[in-house]
C-alpha cells in the first residue's frame, strides 16, 4: 500500500496562509497522481486539487480557485498544497491521496489527514 504523511496543518487566522505537505514513505511520487482533498465537520469529502506525475494540473472545485495551490518536489518526495486567503469556512481536515488519475478521480490510498482550523 502507498504510504502518504500529511503536516503542517494547525491554527491560522482568517487572510492567513499555510502550506501542507503530503510526503511519501516507501515509494517513490514521481510517476503517481497525488490529489488533495478536505472534509469539513459534518460535510462530505471534498476533492480540492491534483497533479498528475507530468505536473498536469485539474481543480475539482471552484471554492478554492485562485487561493490554493498545488506543486511537487519529486527531489523531496513530497506534493504541496499551499493555502492562502484563508477563511473560516476552509477549517477541515485535509488529505492527500495517490490517484490512480486525476481525470478519473479514484483514490488508491489515503493519508490520514492534518487539520487546518481558520479563527480569529
Known amino acids: 500500500q502507498l504510504q502518504l504523511v500529511e503536516s503542517g496543518g494547525g491554527l491560522v487566522q482568517p487572510g492567513g496562509s499555510l502550506r501542507l505537505s503530503c510526503a511519501a514513505s516507501?515509494?517513490?511520487?514521481?510517476?503517481?497522481?497525488i490529489g488533495w482533498f478536505r472534509q469539513a465537520p459534518g460535510k462530505e469529502r471534498e476533492g480540492l486539487l491534483c497533479?498528475?506525475?507530468?505536473?498536469?494540473?485539474?481543480n475539482y472545485t471552484d471554492s478554492v480557485k485562485g487561493r490554493f495551490t498545488i506543486s511537487r518536489d519529486n527531489a523531496k518526495n513530497t506534493v504541496y498544497l499551499q493555502l492562502s486567503s484563508l477563511k473560516p469556512e476552509d477549517t477541515a481536515a485535509y488529505y492527500c491521496?495517490?490517484?490512480?488519475?486525476?481525470?478519473?478521480?479514484?483514490?488508491?490510498?489515503w493519508g490520514k489527514g492534518t487539520l487546518v482550523t481558520v479563527s480569529s
Open positions: 491521496a495517490a490517484m490512480y488519475s486525476c481525470h478519473s478521480k479514484r483514490v488508491n490510498s
Open positions: 516507501g515509494f517513490t511520487l514521481d510517476y503517481h497522481s
Open positions: 497533479i498528475s506525475g507530468s505536473g498536469s494540473l485539474t
